[in-house]
């Protein structure tokens, strides 16, 4: 693998030249990744030894510890706390009094630079050519990857040793001179971590027989090895627990992201469970690898590694989160033909390694199969279905450019004041709009819920004293008509329950239609749209932190009827319907009103004929009333609302400038354009 392109390598001369000429602007942005990688090491040193005592290094203290498994005489695998293999445990023991003596700052320090030397070499391993910014901002870029990631973040919560596999093996792809050098450490990794052993046929097929034939010698010496010191033990791994099920937890708890464990959460036990397992792990094996071997003879040997580590995660017995890792190394793979279709597949599995499943998927009942196993699917995903390019691909270097619209002229001289947003006419790509909708989302709903005040009396009585300030303020401008439309409404049953609906149901499903049509008649208006309302959002969210306010039917003694919520109990702290999933002080502003004023702005911008503008028009309108008669807001909460929204509005136009006349019809294809002269057009 001394070959610069099978390795990916950068030669000496064209990293020289690119260092040489280092544009100023890149330099600042390369020292800021360092210093954002630097945070995020420190921000992980923090948690772990900032922990209180008993919580951080959790696995470590099990193994270490006084009384931990690699002290007391007997198996170690008799409280099934130590989930490594035998080979794992016999190296181990030697270090156990430098560990225990080193807990805490000196392990997590070493395993920090575990994680650095992983992204440099991560970085040094791109398949050429690479350009002189990539290769200036690929190890920044890599170690903070790696430093966000579940696995390592995990690894160093838990003081788990399962980077070393992983490093062990891209020191034999990429830094080892000689086969036999190679074939030593990938041997030593597999010993770690069996199902490495995938890395023997890569080899093979790839020509480094030497290498393939030095990694099952490694392996075989470093097992026998330890079944020759430790023989009970050993037989304890291999065949009563089957090369590490069960240890460390149960095989079908939703932590064990591999094939089994997914077979398991989907009812399937015994000789049938463990056939179906055998066949769907060998298909993925064997899927994998000849996608590999074609990547290696791609001159792509980072996205071999990449795959032939994903198909390790599916087939072994057991891969818990911090053995996750190779997943995360797959983002070197470009698919897509497309600009906008580029950054789905990168933009997926850093998703995917950084973020809850919860994040990623909603809470229903009928995603648990995927939220479940949704990195084991990433996983598989990535070793047999992905469609990586090659790099003999005209689209590998230069994918199809996004089409734009024409400045258009604008009123003042600043504006746009970043003209590299321009007005892209093409359709998004569906699948990076629908991941980003959901994040966005789920973001928004944490820091929405963190915000809040009903966490705490000291909380409540801020909000409480809110609400007599903005009731104060709309007496003295006579607009506090909330207790009167509250009770007229209530008196009326059907009115009632009108408004209860239009108040529970419209609040998501108007903004999702308009963001569905606008992305099927109209992509070009869609994105301008979608970062208003984004922009809107997230304004609303700091209104939240900066002024938590009660909303009027949250206010003690003051007579108002929650129409949807039910009678509430004042004398208790937590009073309200879900106050525990959702912030009942988030009232100004108001976002029921903020995206039904929205809705209706879109659509009478862009509506042709009258009555769909009216009807856009009446949607905020109809919120208004809803929001007020049901006692969830006071009528100031709505101008607060119209104020984000107009904001939103206006910073997309200081921003990206105004919408020209010629993005008002996406360039995609003759359905689109017909599709355009519909409910929806100019």
């Keep these: 693998m001394s070959n610069a392109r099978r390795t990916g390598r950068p030669t000496e001369a064209s990293g020289a030249s690119a260092v040489g000429r280092i544009h100023p602007r890149l330099r600042v942005a390369c020292l800021g990744l360092w210093l954002v990688a630097a945070a995020l090491a420190s921000r992980q040193v923090a948690a772990v030894l900032g922990s209180p005592r008993g919580e951080g290094l959790t696995d470590l203290k099990t193994w270490v510890g006084p009384n931990g498994v690699l002290h007391v005489n007997g198996s170690l695998y008799d409280s099934t706390r130590f989930t490594g293999t035998p080979f794992n445990g016999l190296a181990l023991k030697p270090l156990t ?266 809470d229903m009942a009928a995603l648990d199969p995927l939220r479940s196993n949704l990195v084991l699917l990433a996983a598989v995903t990535a070793a047999t279905a992905v469609p990586f390019l090659s790099r003999t691909s005209p689209y590998y270097q230069s994918p199809l450019p996004a089409q734009y619209a024409p400045t258009a002229p604008s009123r003042f001289r600043h504006v746009p004041l970043l003209p590299c947003l321009r007005r892209v006419l093409s359709r998004p790509n569906l699948l990076l709009e629908l991941l980003l909708l959901r994040v966005t989302y789920a973001a928004y709903s944490q820091v929405r819920l963190a915000a809040t005040g009903g966490g705490n009396s000291a909380g409540r009585a801020e909000a409480e004293e809110h609400g007599q300030q903005i009731l104060g303020l709309e007496r003295a401008l006579h607009l506090d008509i909330e207790h009167w439309a509250n009770h007229a409404v209530v008196a009326i049953g059907w009115l009632r329950n009108l408004s209860d609906s239009y108040y529970t149901s419209m609040h998501f499903v108007a903004p999702l239609a308009v963001l569905a049509l606008l992305y099927w008649r109209r992509p070009a208006d869609y994105r301008w749209a979608r970062s208003a309302l984004g922009l809107t959002t997230l304004l609303a969210l700091a209104g939240f932190w900066l002024y938590p306010l009660a909303p009027p039917r949250l206010m003690p003694g003051l007579g108002y009827i929650d129409t949807v919520h039910g009678v509430q109990d004042f004398s208790q702290p937590d009073y309200g319907t879900l106050t525990s999933l959702t912030n009942p002080y988030a009232a100004m502003p108001s976002l029921h009103f903020g995206w039904a004023l929205w809705c209706g702005v879109v659509i009478a911008v862009l509506a042709s004929r009258r009555w769909i503008k009216l009807l856009g028009l009446l949607h905020p309108l109809f919120t208004l009333c809803a929001i007020v008669t049901t006692g969830n807001h006071w009528v100031l909460d709505a101008v607060g609302g119209a104020a984000v929204v107009g904001v939103g509005f206006g910073l997309g136009y200081v921003l990206t400038g105004p919408r020209p006349a010629g993005g008002r019809r996406a360039v995609t294809a003759p359905r689109e354009e017909a599709g355009s002269r519909a409910a929806f057009t100019d």
């Design 97 to 362: 009094r430098s560990a225990e003596q080193a807990l805490g700052w000196g392990w997590t320090f070493g395993t920090l630079l575990l994680v650095v030397a992983l992204g440099l070499i991560a970085a040094r391993a791109l398949p050429q050519p690479v350009g002189r910014r990539t290769a200036l901002l690929a190890a920044p870029v890599a170690i903070g990857l790696l430093m966000l990631s579940l696995p390592v973040r995990t690894t160093l919560w838990l003081g788990q040793t399962s980077i070393i596999p992983v490093l062990l093996v891209l020191l034999g792809c990429f830094a080892a001179h000689g086969q036999r050098t190679s074939g030593l450490l990938i041997g030593a990794a597999a010993a770690l971590q069996p199902t490495l052993l995938l890395f023997t046929p890569l080899l093979w097929f790839t020509g480094r027989r030497r290498a393939a034939l030095a990694t099952g010698v490694t392996f075989a010496t470093g097992t026998a090895l330890a079944w020759t010191a430790m023989p009970h033990d050993s037989h304890t791994y291999w065949v009563h627990h089957l090369a590490g099920a069960g240890l460390g937890g149960r095989a079908d708890d939703l932590g064990n992201q591999s094939l089994h464990g997914a077979l398991l959460r989907l009812g399937l036990n015994g000789p049938l469970e463990v056939a179906l397992f055998l066949t769907l792990g060998a298909t993925v094996a064997v899927l994998a690898l000849r996608r590999a071997v074609r990547c290696f003879g791609d001159g792509q040997l980072l996205l071999a590694v990449a795959i032939t580590g994903c198909a390790a995660i599916a087939v072994s017995p057991t891969a818990w989160e911090h053995q996750l890792l190779w997943l995360l190394l797959a983002v070197v793979g470009r698919a897509g033909t497309r600009a906008s279709d580029r950054y789905v597949w990168p933009v997926a599995v850093i998703l995917v390694m950084t973020l809850p499943p919860r994040m990623l998927l909603p």
